[in-house]
């Protein structure tokens, strides 16, 4: 389990550098600067001073190591289009995604694990197929297109729910769960369907498996056969793909948050890219690939303690 851990840690970290090259490249080809943002077109001189007081006129290369530095020691510096820190903010909006997206998960994870295990049970039955058709069609919804449903049926013709979804200060936990509730329903249409499929798949691999049929035969009940030993292998599989999404969950958030204009990271990340706010966008965008990977470690180290063969294989 440490060498595991290790070995994705010494991949994790080259990765990321490549990552925040990457998006400072990305952003020199992209025209326009920030200083003509804030100031607009008609003052070039005064553009000029603010671009050379920003450090936005400095070779590429010396941006790039003051700024992954700063990264490094958590002096991100401060934005120049809201005059915020930009840490802080950063933060603060990537704990509402936080939110938004364990909100999705504690509803999404369970469910779609019971419904592919129900599917797999009674394959090629009525509820089998009543659960493919209807994952299937979850799935290719675009968020957009379901999120404006929703936002016209259920917050501006029956006002169920409020819209913009801003938690006010000092709210409960039900409050924001019924503040937090239909940007997720998008979410969920697209997640439940796919991990719904795969864990149906891996289930029905699990139950054809030898030790299944050993289990049956040495008299086991079928519950117990079905959770301890089909379940657990099952599940394995599935856990990397629940991995994997938790990470496009904070960074395929922009277009939720843009349409429910619901302020977190992807709301603050599509902003800045709009406002040429080049250090917001740079932690933002960073942050996002952070937790992506740091979630895929997350997801192997469950599959390892779940199947002893990635524990102890090479």
């Known amino acids: 389990m440490t060498r595991l851990i290790v070995r994705r840690l ?37 553009v000029a001073a603010l671009d050379h007081t920003l450090g936005a006129d400095k070779p590429i290369v010396q941006r790039y190591i003051d700024w992954l530095g700063g990264f490094l020691t958590l002096h991100w510096g401060e934005s120049p289009i809201s005059q915020q820190p930009v840490f802080s903010l950063t933060m603060q909006r990537l704990w509402n995604s936080a939110q938004l997206a364990a909100l999705a998960l504690v509803i999404i994870i369970p469910t779609s694990i019971v419904l592919g295990v129900i599917a797999a049970l009674r394959r090629d039955g009525i509820a089998d197929r009543i659960i493919t058709i209807a994952s299937l069609s979850l799935t290719v919804v675009p968020e957009f297109v379901s999120g404006a449903v929703l936002i016209l049926l259920f917050a501006i013709t029956l006002r169920l729910f409020p819209y913009p979804p801003t938690i006010p200060p000092g709210a409960g936990p039900l409050t924001r769960i019924h503040y937090m509730l239909l940007p997720v329903i998008p979410l969920m249409f697209v997640e439940l369907g796919y991990i719904a499929r795969m864990a149906r798949a891996d289930m029905i691999d699990a139950l054809a498996m030898p030790y299944v049929r050993t289990a049956t035969l040495k008299g086991l009940s079928r519950r117990r056969v079905i959770l301890v030993h089909a379940l657990r292998n099952a599940l394995a599989p599935t856990v990397t793909v629940i991995g994997t999404q938790v990470g496009w969950l904070l960074g395929g958030l922009v277009v939720v948050e843009k349409l429910f204009i619901y302020p977190g ?37 469950i599959v390892a303690l779940l199947n002893p063969r990635v524990r102890f294989g090479r």
């Open 10 to 46: 010494l991949f994790i970290i080259p990765t990321l550098l490549v990552v925040s090259l990457l998006i400072v490249v990305m952003e020199e080809i992209v025209p326009g600067d920030v200083g003509r943002e804030i100031l607009g077109p008609y003052a070039p001189a005064q």
């Open 265 to 301: 990271i992807g709301y603050l990340m599509y902003q800045s890219a709009t406002l040429k706010d080049v250090k917001v966008l740079e932690a933002t965008v960073l942050v996002i690939a952070a937790i992506y990977m740091f979630s895929n470690l997350a997801a192997d180290v």
